[in-house]
């Protein structure tokens, strides 16, 4: 495991740190860390803001005014990392939302309150979404075959099965809340005890059993206390929630029944569930499995325990009397230890595996085997500034990493210099990310620590600028394949109700079938009258055709120069089935060319008697007759290549808007070289701003996303938006493509395309508000 960065705030005296605070952490399915800081001064008070920031671009970190009276002490995503849960110190529970799809900008219409009431622990009900990576099958071809679904309830349905959206959470006084989402809106909340005898609250756990029902885990934090574990049943009667729990059987710690060691460890520090949703596949037999930490100033001990079903023996003289009794054996439910570890320095923080391993004893064998360790391992931080990943269920050790061990020069300040005599810095919050590859916390002096593991493989063609073009070209291929789905979908049937194929399947089986290189030739087979649209929608078009006119264009000119995989669009001419696609659109184009000339692509011809559409239409068929999935492959014949090359002295050759260079993190990091970074100063990219040649296309590789006086494009809508764009933009926080808040359109057809792209960028990335820039 390596450190990948460490982000930091602005000096900050050592004094505005308040040790006592604790902190949360939480990382989203979508790659969003929301996370609080223990900086507290006379002027402001940080610990009740939330901070929320992309791990492309953890400087560009969001603080949300979150509008708590107190200190923030719980944060958890939903299943989709589109929604937030926040809890205070005083009891009130907020949902926070994105607004307008941005990862910047969020809301928070409904939360709940316990009046006075601090929250320990919060979770959002199980909607019954459950899945188990099979490691036996890790090395399938096909992504479906790693991943099955596992059967799971959710916590609670409405009518037709469809789950009921909400959270619960646990109180320090002992009470369990529940606030229940209506479609509607309306909120319904409840509170009811988990037992007759409340007590002190000091820890908790939320976990989710494959029958729909919830088990809290509570501590008083006493290491001579038990661990107290409740089955909470939520339902709704007479348009009210109601809660029903019902006592489970508890636990002591075997540390602390050690009579030698019961002094030592007079604190329960950690209680965790190992997974949230337990099932027959990820936590056989299907029973929680807890882990708990007991701690001294010094020292600490983790244990790992399963609930299990097991049989009660009756007496013979029971058996005798009722004979039911002796036919099936009663059982009951009772702890038993799976693993314990010995004695450890402090436990700081705790991180447990989200990735849905099964456990299944073919699939630990295989991980034994591979040494497949990503799901298999939790991350235990210590005092020293250690960080152990060891086995989930037998807690032995599998690596260590060292979260101090970063360098720093010596004319640092003191706050920055690694102490020698005081305690070392460590983790006081860690989370695992979604897939347990890499590992993301917050330490004592407030600062960002990411770190990851080496088998981590993200965005391959990011990694090195020579791989550029195959970012550039993979998005290329994302936008042909939503324009081509996008102008097929406009075309109707003449008649309706017809049992006939639908005019876009008509279109693929004419294109494939007839290999003629005249494209009026091939008009002639197809219904022109699916192809009638209005006139307004075919004008509102025109940028999306004239972006596939440009890159047809663009790749016939490549062609002499195909032996380049340097110049983007390389991979285009040798792949049939995105030049099949290019080829059926440019047969629509010309068909709403007929209908409205002003919505045909534009080029700059040197003669004004030349055809462009069928010029191009003519070298497109010829080139994609030489690498169809139907024929053998040839390569391109001479006089093809011939016709490429008088191009340019016939047309003039666009130059293609290509995504900015990225300037996310990925590109960036290296093995043992950790990068230092600031909340709020965005990185000085490596080197000097000099153009890079690359076979005639000249890239920017300097020309970042937000680098101020660049000339931005839209690039969904195919708009050029100026240097200094006046509209509102956002960007895709992975791929940087950048495009218009609001939509200048008012087509239905544009419209379409547009909302395409509300949620999600092209890549699948989140939006990101960009800030407006001034000359």
Not at 148 to 173: C, D, H, N, Y
Not at 371 to 376: A, D, I, M, R
Not at 644 to 664: A, F, H, K, M
Request: aromatic share 6%; with cysteine; charged share 20%.
């Amino acid at each position: 495991m390596d450190l990948a960065y460490i982000c930091e705030w602005e000096k900050w005296p050592k004094s505005t740190h308040c040790p006592s605070v604790p902190l949360a952490c939480t990382w989203s399915c979508r790659n969003l860390i929301a996370f609080t800081t223990d900086l507290r001064s006379d002027d402001q008070d940080l610990t009740r803001v939330i901070h929320i920031l992309d791990t492309e671009h953890p400087w560009d970190v969001h603080s949300i005014c979150s509008g708590h009276s107190e200190a923030v002490t719980c944060l958890e995503w939903d299943q989709s990392g589109s929604r937030l849960l926040s809890a205070d110190a005083d009891g009130q529970i907020k949902c926070w939302s994105m607004a307008d799809h941005l990862a910047n900008s969020w809301e928070s219409p409904v939360g709940s309150l316990v009046e006075g009431d601090p929250i320990v622990a919060l979770s959002w009900l199980h909607n019954g979404v459950k899945l188990a990576l099979h490691v036996e099958k890790s090395g399938a071809s096909s992504f479906g075959e790693k991943f099955s679904r596992v059967k799971f309830s959710p916590s609670l349905t409405l009518f037709g099965g469809k789950p009921m959206e909400g959270w619960i959470a646990v109180t320090v006084s002992g009470l369990v809340t529940v606030s229940l989402l209506k479609p509607s809106g309306q909120v319904l909340t409840s509170t009811e005890s988990l037992c007759r005898l409340r007590g002190r609250v000091a820890l908790a756990d939320i976990a989710f059993t494959g029958g729909g029902n919830i088990v809290v885990a509570t501590a008083d934090g006493s290491s001579a206390s038990p661990v107290q574990f409740y089955k909470v049943c939520v339902s709704v009667v007479n348009e009210k929630c109601r809660i029903d729990t019902e006592i489970l059987p508890s636990l002591f710690m075997r540390c602390t029944t050690d009579l030698n060691r019961r002094d030592r460890l007079p604190a329960i520090t950690h209680l965790k569930f190992l997974a949230r949703d337990m099932s027959e596949q990820v936590c056989p037999p299907g029973h929680p499995v807890v882990l708990l930490c007991a701690s001294s100033q010094t020292s600490s001990v983790v244990e790992c325990w399963s609930l299990r079903k097991e049989g009660l023996p009756v007496n013979n003289i029971f058996q005798q009397l009722s004979p039911a009794v002796g036919d099936k054996q009663p059982t009951i439910l009772k702890w038993r230890i799976l693993s314990a570890t010995n004695d450890l320095d402090r436990v700081s923080a705790v991180a447990l595996p989200k990735l849905p391993i099964s456990l299944t004893n073919t699939d630990l064998k295989v991980a034994s085997d591979t040494q497949f360790y990503p799901g298999l391992g939790l991350a235990l931080a210590f005092h020293d500034g250690s960080v152990h990943i060891v086995h989930r269920l037998s807690l032995q050790t599998m690596a260590i990493f060292y979260s101090s061990a970063a360098p720093r020069s010596v004319d640092e300040p003191a706050i920055k210099r690694p102490r020698t005599t005081g305690p070392a810095v460590h983790f006081k919050a860690m989370q695992l990310s979604w897939t347990s590859l890499a590992l993301v916390g917050i330490d004592n002096h407030g600062r960002v620590l990411s770190t990851r593991i080496l088998a981590m493989k993200a965005s391959l063609c990011k990694l090195s600028p020579c791989a550029v073009t195959r970012v550039c070209e993979y998005h290329a291929k994302l936008f042909l394949i939503a324009a081509s789905s996008t102008l097929k979908s406009l075309l109707r049937p003449h008649v309706l109700n017809t049992p006939d194929k639908s005019p876009g399947d008509r279109l693929t089986e004419v294109c494939a079938k007839i290999t003629d290189v005249d494209i009026d030739k091939v008009m002639i087979n197809l219904k022109t009258e699916e192809f009638v649209l209005d006139m307004n929608t075919l004008q509102a078009l025109q940028q999306l055709l004239q972006w596939v006119g440009d890159f047809v264009l663009y790749l016939l000119a490549s062609l002499p120069n195909q032996g380049s995989p340097l110049r983007p669009g390389h991979s285009f001419l040798r792949d049939g089935a995105s030049l099949g696609v290019l080829r059926e659109l440019m047969v629509v184009i010309r068909i709403w060319g007929l209908l409205k000339p002003s919505c045909l692509p534009v080029y700059t011809a040197t003669s004004d008697t030349q055809d462009s559409m069928s010029l191009l239409f003519r070298l497109l068929t010829k080139l994609w007759i030489c690498c169809r999935d139907e024929g053998p492959t040839s390569e391109p014949d001479e006089a093809l290549v011939d016709e490429c090359c008088l191009l340019p002295s016939q047309l003039l050759i666009p130059s293609l808007d290509w995504l900015p260079v990225s300037d996310g993190l990925v590109s960036r990091l290296q093995p043992k070289q950790p990068l230092r970074l600031h909340f709020g100063k965005p990185p000085a990219l490596p080197g000097s701003a000099t153009s890079l040649q690359l076979d005639g296309l000249i890239s920017l590789m300097n020309h970042t996303l937000w680098a101020p006086g660049q000339p931005k494009m839209d690039h969904l809508r195919r708009l050029h938006l100026g240097a200094y764009p006046t509209e509102a933009c956002k960007a895709c926080t992975r791929c940087g493509c950048v495009t218009m808040l609001k939509s200048p359109n008012k087509t239905t057809a544009v419209k379409q395309w547009e909302q395409r792209w509300i949620k999600n960028c092209l890549c699948g990335g989140l939006w990101w508000r960009m800030p407006l820039s001034y000359p």
